[in-house]
């Protein structure tokens, strides 16, 4: 029989990986495993270059790694040896049949419960880390709950909310845990097993439970809200373009007002990663499927602005550099979705990049830790319009224009005179996070077009 204090989690991607290695720091008295089909990622995990890039992931994991943290792709074993099971695997939009385009494609999620009910032979917990439609628990139980082994099964569900590029800090320090269960006997003991595992570093008030529809509907809710805080203020950004009002300091205006608060208000080329554009899609399908078009009209034109957003932003170079950018070498600073992640899932840049090489355009991407799936996002077909490279100044030499798309410090910090003098002229700049001091950059010489405020051109 498998110790209660054996944790297993089946998948180890951006959540599975960090989260685990924060459970396993703060519950030493734990054995925390977590699996993977994908060998390659296991065998990054248990070495020093892990497979996602997360500032202070690498110190958690050596301080825990071998003592009560493993890596293994037996998922078998792994069941097998494991009293508590949390399952991060992925759950992308389906991109067939019905559905496609907004359902959440649970067939990695049904596998995983198949294989579960395959190996375990004595009950467990398990729980929901991926974000999932609201009543899939309801089927994960079906799955489970119904075999000829006599043995059951509580599943619950712990959505996560931590955010790429702090991820250990947002574990460390979560504005809250959420727990949902089933409100009978059995389902409160099992909450009350995982409650203790976050209580070792996560105060009491901070760990909600709920029942277990309301858990699933939180983590939707609270994504769709954050993104559409993002495509309200870039629905305002166009407006401020059009009449000389400046949107950071419509931002500062609106955020001030308690009632509204100041995060999320920063208007960019858009929202990227891997869940805001998924999550809102599912619940527009969600709404729709029950009967709600109204509902999923709302949501959907969150995503919908997002879009407009990106290709505005396109829009705008082609128009400030003569309507034309065929054979011009475009410098790319930043090609993750945010600063301080390789991930590039849903990153604006994408469809940016699209956009520009379908204009015929040179585009050269530079970005401190993205470059690899930069390269495997674009593929080979396009490879002579393409370049890479690391040093942004040397992605700047000969450049006809710069375009911002990631917030990463360094961009912040460099030497735009020498960069200018490096650069075609007239010479460019496209602000697509508003990190740069545009009017100095306008007085070294550049034409600078930020978002939601007026282009300054020297012609
Ligand atoms: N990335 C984020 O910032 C974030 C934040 C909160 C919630 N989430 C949610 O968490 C879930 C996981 O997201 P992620 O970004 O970690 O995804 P990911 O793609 O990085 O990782 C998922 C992993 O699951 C593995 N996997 C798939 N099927 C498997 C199986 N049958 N057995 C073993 N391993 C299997 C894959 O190989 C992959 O490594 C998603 O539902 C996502 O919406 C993500």
């Known amino acids: 029989m498998s110790s209660k204090k054996t944790i297993l989690c089946i998948g180890a991607g951006y959540v599975g990986g960090p989260t685990m290695a924060m459970i396993a720091l703060k519950n030493p008295d734990y054995k925390v495993t977590v699996v993977d089909i994908n060998a390659d990622r296991i065998n990054a995990w248990n070495s020093d270059n892990l497979p996602i890039y997360e500032p202070n992931l690498l110190d958690v994991v050596k301080k825990v790694r071998g003592k009560n943290l ?222 709600l078009s109204e509902v999923g009209d709302y949501w959907e034109s969150v995503v919908k602005m997002n879009e407009y957003q990106e290709k505005r932003f396109v829009l705008n170079m082609l128009k400030e550099m003569f309507n034309t950018i065929s054979g011009k070498r475009i410098a790319i600073f930043g090609f993750a979705f945010k600063a301080d992640t390789g991930d590039i899932r849903e990153s604006p840049a994408i469809y940016i990049v699209k956009t520009l090489l379908e204009e015929m355009a040179n585009v050269v991407i530079t970005d401190p830790q993205a470059i690899n799936n930069a390269k495997i996002e674009l593929g080979e077909t396009l490879d002579d319009k393409v370049s890479y490279c690391t040093d942004p100044y040397e992605a700047a030499n000969n450049a006809h224009a710069i375009a911002i798309l990631t917030e990463w410090d360094i961009y912040k910090k460099l030497d735009y005179k020498a960069i200018l003098q490096t650069m075609q002229k007239p010479a460019f700049i496209f602000d697509g996070r508003n990190i740069l001091n545009h009017k100095e950059l306008f007085k070294l010489g550049y034409n600078v077009t930020p978002i939601g405020k007026p282009s300054l051109r020297h012609f």
């Open 70 to 291: 493993f890596f293994s792709t037996d998922v078998t074993l792994g069941i097998k040896d494991s009293y508590i099971i949390f399952v991060s695997v992925n759950t992308p939009t389906k991109n067939f049949g019905h559905g496609a385009g907004y359902a959440a494609d649970l067939q990695f999620w049904e596998k995983t419960a198949r294989q579960i009910l395959h190996s375990s032979d004595e009950n467990k917990i398990i729980i929901e880390k991926s974000t999932l439609p609201v009543r899939t628990a309801e089927a994960m139980e079906s799955i489970l709950n119904f075999n000829e082994k006599g043995i059951s099964f509580d599943v619950l569900s712990n959505p996560e909310f931590l955010a790429e590029g702090t991820a250990i800090k947002d574990l460390e320090n979560p504005d809250r845990v959420l727990i949902g269960s089933r409100e009978t006997e059995s389902g409160r003991r099992a909450r009350e097993e995982i409650v203790k595992i976050y209580s070792s570093w996560v105060s009491e008030e901070q760990i909600l439970t709920s029942n277990v529809w309301s858990t699933e509907l939180s983590k939707l809710t609270a994504n769709a809200f954050l993104a559409q805080r993002i495509s309200s203020i870039n629905s305002i950004s166009a407006i401020c373009e059009k009449t000389e009002a400046d949107v950071d300091e419509v931002a500062r205006a609106v955020g001030t007002d308690s009632r509204i608060g100041a995060k999320f208000l920063k208007a960019s080329v858009g929202f990227g990663g891997s869940c805001f554009k998924k999550d809102i899609l599912n619940l527009v399908y969600l709404s729709r499927h029950y009967g």
